[in-house]
DNA sequence: CAAGTTTGGCGAAACGGTTTGCTGGACGAG
DNA sequence: CTCGTCCAGCAAACCGTTTCGCCAAACTTG
């Protein structure tokens, strides 16, 4: 591998020029640059990113910390992140901390061993690790994702989860719908603590409540929420509507419908916060709020790229996402009591 | 940021000593040892991985390059190899190349400038690129992924794609079929060509082949193989089964019966290879081959991390996986002609 | 006790770039 | 003709580690 100050000595000059050459950081007479040119040429010569690296103290990696890489949601942001850092000329590492707070704090100490300019992190959401977090040495500027923690010095890219609650339940309210369960995520997360809110405040705003174990935890899993799923469509009181808070969950619970020989429009009317991509051909479509990924990941590269090349050090800053109602064929009018 | 000489004086040892101490690369007397450890604990040192990579020439990152981020066949690829990569002390680094070979080529330029130690690559697999690659200095080691080009320096990890065509071709006629069709993925890729190669010796074993125009590309993509679907069964001579290259062209076929009116065993037997995850919980199941996703890059980590940390200079391995005949509810016995 | 053999620890040279003075020749002005 | 200015290019310091070679003290041994 050849290093620089082979070609400086193969054109004849020194290393100071071969770098002023290849970083345009002063002038170099055009026919020394032809000779360094035809050096570097010659010999085939790549400037090793490290040594450039550990020199300028930036290593152009960004770390995406997701809490479940097999969920389809965490898929799309890999991919658009993925786009959006090639775009500005970063490099994405990939973590998956799988919800586990202590995996998160791990991945959050190698990103800052691996020298990682910026973060981008779904966070699990316990508390403790940030607790831990704070008395780190400042490191990385951080973007947080989806999920709101009580981290006052981060930018956070996030959805308005209470808005996506209630215009689902508005809209499933809209359809005579009186009797609407709802399958949450662990009620920790923001996600899954707004999108119930949401449907709540809805509800509320007519003057109604979901009745008494009708609100059930699917822990964002899609097992999970088809166990709940059967529970709740077997027991002597069934929802005529389900508001289920993620897309994964929502499959859960077609699969139990089906198991049960249930029909989806007919049988109870499903609507969900969030989908799977390439689910959209099956039928029924799902009812749902989906989330503006693309844009999102684009904002929060923006936020983080700005803090690490234009050195913008302000106050945190939250930028909130309106969610989408998107109506498929997964609801119908409420039909007289079942 | 506390340096290994801020450490070192304050400890009043040397460099080397404090070096030493971290990655006990020689004795060192307990009591400086102790005054190390209470100097790193202090100053809250972290070692810069940059300087230390410059000097030890390993980056300790592994660059996974795939075709199409997007397919979630590749996101299992993703969630697999990271979970992988985490166990050998690496850290993974993804690229998409969207199925481009320019994009492809620069991102091995640029994963050779990260100077990633390994790189695990799903190759486009028009042969232009690596016309190119040859002439690079020998870069780092490199394991192909899913499909095969003429690259005779690399390990590859692959599945037996004309097996998983038999196998689905075989059960297909096995149920009376024989007006079978397929949407194929680009022939130029080998796991395209190998599953149509694999279903028509299927097919002539029995003294069969498809009826032109009953072969068909898909593309690998949803929406294409949604279209030619529609087009297939619209004419005026629908196969009674057919046999779809992936995962999401499977989905494109049942969006397509949906919007036609017609029932998937009913109507047509569809079967696949390759699946998407999370859909298995969709009525009706989906006849289809599995690939042992999580072995296959178990694998190939394990084949690149010999190579790097044991320094194996052997010939290029190659390990085939055989797939899975998973057997759902998309297939019926042939019903007469239709 | 002298000579030989360990050995804990140190100084300094890498690693491969970037960057900061500094130098010396060309040029313009007086 | 002389002095000051300018600027292209260079030498050397530096980034933060690891590691090689070496030294002196401590220990063994005859």
New interface residues.
């Given amino acids: 591998?050849a290093t620089i100050r082979d070609v400086a000595a193969a054109a004849g000059v020194s290393t100071a020029t071969v770098s002023a050459v290849l970083n345009d950081s002063a002038y170099v007479s055009p026919q020394l640059r032809g000779r360094v040119l035809a050096a570097i040429e010659d010999l085939?010569y790549?400037?090793?990113?490290?040594?450039r690296?550990?020199k300028k103290?930036r290593?152009h990696?960004i770390a995406l910390v997701v809490a479940d890489?097999?969920n389809?949601f965490f898929?799309?942001i890999?991919?658009a992140a993925?786009?959006a850092v090639?775009a500005w000329g970063y490099?994405?590492?990939?973590?998956?901390s799988d919800e586990k707070p202590e995996s998160e704090k791990r991945i959050l100490a190698?990103a800052?061993?691996?020298?990682c300019d910026g973060v981008v992190l779904v966070p699990v959401g316990l508390p403790s690790t940030y607790a831990q977090r704070e008395s780190d040495?400042p490191s990385a500027p951080m973007v947080l994702f989806g999920r709101v923690v009580d981290d006052n010095r981060s930018d956070t890219v996030t959805i308005d989860n209470e808005a996506a609650g209630r215009q689902v339940t508005n809209y499933l309210l809209d359809l005579g719908h009186r009797r609407i369960g709802s399958i949450t995520g662990p009620l920790h997360l923001t996600t899954a603590k707004g999108r119930l809110d949401g449907m709540l405040q809805a509800m509320s705003a007519r003057g109604l409540a979901p009745e008494p174990g009708h609100v059930r935890s699917g822990e964002f899993r899609?097992d999970v929420a088809?166990s709940v799923a059967r529970e709740l469509l077997e027991g002597r009181n069934p929802p005529s509507a389900l508001y289920v808070a993620n897309g994964?969950m929502a499959?859960?619970v077609?699969?139990a419908l089906?198991d049960l020989g249930l029909k989806c429009p007919d049988d109870l009317s499903l609507a969900s916060t969030d989908t799977?991509?390439?689910?959209?051909?099956?039928?029924p479509r799902l009812t749902r709020t989906e989330h503006p990924i693309l844009e999102m990941t684009n904002e929060a590269l923006r936020m983080l790229v700005n803090r690490i090349d234009r050195g913008v050090d302000g106050p945190p800053r939250h930028v909130v996402f309106p969610p989408t109602l998107v109506v498929g064929e997964s609801c119908g009018p409420y039909s007289g009591p079942k």
């Fill in positions: 591998m085939s790549t400037p090793s990113m490290m040594a690296r550990l103290g290593s990696l890489l097999a389809p898929s799309r890999v991919c993925e786009a090639a490099s994405l590492v990939v973590f998956n190698r800052k061993l691996l020298s040495a899609e088809y994964v499959l859960g077609m699969r089906a799977i991509p390439g689910i959209g051909g099956l039928r």
